[in-house]
């Protein structure tokens, strides 16, 4: 007989009954059932229910036993009463009369439980992490992303790529993000750089012929954590393909999403082909270039009805250029308590409120609209308002008005929103999506510089003539995101592989060639030597495992993961360096003003 076991803890069935076999794992929990003695017994594959009674010889040793020891047990495998049959445990059929029973690691009192669902603050949960993945919730998580990653890999390699590995230990590059900086030994005073992404190293290979790249990359930035954003690394699919289109990355990647979710979302619809949506359209429908595609509610420009209009708030912003009104459809929501919620909901995300008409049954059997904007417009506008959104009796529309960048992040919110209390929004399917058309710059309001808005390794799309002729503020660029359900999973885009058009792409923004050479100089010098058109793509594994787990925050579906002030408070990191290892380095700590 094996040491330790002969079945794991959810093996055994009625068919094993009359067996003698071993099993070994964690107390699950004890039950005292006056002098019979019932252990749930766990171990990572499930739960099979022991028992002792008073004749059995290891009884007085059971009684010691408590939650989350390890202990080994012999026994005979019985069948349970048809009554007592469990039909929620793979074993549920049988359970195991204890002749014998030896602890191997016996447990202190815990510092959170592992059996139920009682919650703990988190810090506590990160701390004991190692008891927090026992808890099934969590464990399924853990084996969920391992399942999701081993599907990513071989619907990757079906598809004709090559799993390569990419260096950890590189150089700083700027990515929009902090670099975790690792001093070097060998060379005083230098700085090796954790890699943002593989960007580089992933179009070098592709510059070296290898033609289609992928590997489920960590990547490190030291940013500020988010609930969808681990702070310190992350992990992705990253991947890259030679002689591409934007087209041929959308035909890759889509069935390899579509898989993983039809595989893991236990039944939930998924996205047939996924949309393109326009930037410029996503921050005009949805308020968001994250957009949730559960929610059918879609935003419109009203300006025309309100310019000149006896609304006068609105009225005389529109007098100023850059000024609009947008609306957002609300079917169902015409009701003055539903609007007035609506209205305190942009008020407490620091807008002064929103305006809003909704209509309502009158007496004859007519419609009438109500609310301050409708008697200020008028019926002629507000009726043409109504036909423009294809609204009716018992719905109503909120508006909001002026520079749109200053107000349309709350109107996507406030479109979330109402679409959450109204129902409108499906729960329980995933809804995929590319974001397409970026704008290749953005400017400063304040200062008027340019900058890249997404990626600064992106084809600009006309490429080197639009960069010659075009306003900066009009190009767009060969990037994409991939967005499920309001969270976006990656980021990607067809790559600048011409010298001549990164030089140019980076003069528009005041980085002359030197700052390209001193940055960039590697990927340049390599694409002199005769580079492919090529383009990649890097979707998020954590946030995918994170929707398809239902989780709302993504520590829940990462292993060892650091709190929100970037502390592993298990392990002790970051931890101070000793004054040995400083001065192997030629490191000197200065006090921080």
Aim: charged share 25%; hydrophobic share 40%; glycine share 10%.
């Amino acid at each position: 007989m094996h040491a330790y076991r002969t079945h794991t803890c959810a093996q055994l069935s009625s068919a094993n009954v009359g067996e003698t076999v071993r099993l070994s794992g964690w107390v699950h929990r004890v039950r005292d059932h006056g002098g019979v003695l019932f252990i749930d017994l766990r171990d990572h594959y499930g739960i099979t229910q022991v028992l002792a009674d008073s004749d059995s010889p290891a009884f007085a040793g059971i009684e010691k036993v408590r939650s989350e020891w390890v202990i080994r047990i012999d026994g005979t495998v019985k069948a349970r009463a048809p009554e007592l049959v469990n039909p929620k445990l793979a074993t549920g059929e049988i359970e195991v009369y204890i002749r014998d029973m030896e602890v191997l690691g016996a447990a202190e009192e815990l510092p959170l439980p592992v059996f139920g669902d009682v919650e703990y603050p988190e810090e506590t949960r990160l701390k004991y992490r190692f008891l927090d993945l026992r808890r099934d919730s969590l464990h399924q998580n853990i084996v969920l992303r391992s399942k999701v990653i081993a599907k990513l890999r071989a619907s990757m390699v079906a598809a004709g790529f090559t799993e390569f590995q990419t260096p950890i230990l590189t150089a700083s590059s700027p990515e929009g993000a902090r670099d975790f900086l690792v001093p070097s030994r060998l060379h005083p005073g230098k700085f090796y750089a954790l890699p943002q992404a593989p960007q580089q190293f992933k179009q070098l290979i592709m510059v070296a012929g290898f033609d289609r790249y992928f590997q489920i990359a960590p990547c490190f930035r030291d940013e500020d954590p988010r609930a969808d954003r681990s702070p310190g690394e992350f992990y992705q699919l990253d991947m890259e393909m030679s002689f591409a289109t934007q087209e041929d990355v959308f035909g890759v990647i889509e069935p390899v999403m579509r898989g993983v979710f039809e595989e893991f979302g236990g039944g939930r619809p998924v996205t047939g082909t996924f949309p393109r949506i326009a930037y410029r359209d996503s921050m005009l429908w949805y308020g968001s270039d994250k957009p949730d595609l559960r929610n059918p509610l879609k935003m419109q420009i009203v300006s025309e009805h309100f310019a000149g209009s006896g609304f006068k708030i609105f009225a005389s912003l529109l007098e100023k250029a850059g000024n609009e009104v947008r609306a957002i459809p609300a079917p169902g929501g015409g009701s003055r308590k539903f609007c007035d919620r609506m209205n305190a909901f942009a008020q407490s995300e620091g807008l002064p409120g929103m305006g809003y008409i909704f209509w309502r049954a009158q007496d004859d059997g007519g419609m009438e609209a109500a609310g301050p904007v409708a008697k200020a417009l008028g019926p002629e506008r507000t009726e043409a308002i109504r036909e423009q959104l294809g609204l009716g009796e018992g719905d109503a529309v909120f508006f909001l008005a002026g520079r749109p960048a200053q107000f349309q992040a709350v109107a996507g919110k406030a479109r979330d929103q109402i679409g959450r209390e109204l129902g409108l929004t499906d729960e329980d399917r995933f809804e995929l999506c590319w974001i397409v058309d970026f704008p290749m710059y953005e400017q400063d309001e304040e200062t008027g510089k340019l900058d890249f808005s997404h990626n600064p390794f992106s084809m600009p799309q006309g490429e080197l003539e639009a960069l010659q002729s075009q306003d900066p503020l009009e190009i767009l660029g060969y990037q994409y995101d991939i967005v499920c359900n309001g969270v976006e999973l990656s980021s990607g885009a067809v790559r600048n592989h011409r010298p001549e058009i990164m030089y140019e792409a980076f003069r528009i923004v005041g980085y002359d060639r030197n700052y390209v050479d001193a940055h960039f100089g590697g990927m340049l010098s390599a694409f002199k030597f005769g580079a492919p058109p090529h383009a990649g793509i890097a979707p998020g594994v954590d946030r995918i495992v994170m929707l398809l787990a239902g989780a709302e925050n993504i520590r829940e579906v990462i292993m060892f993961p650091m709190n929100q002030r970037a502390e592993d408070l298990m392990m002790g990191a970051p931890s101070e360096p000793t004054n040995e290892q400083l001065r192997e380095l030629g490191l000197r700590m200065i006090p921080r003003d």
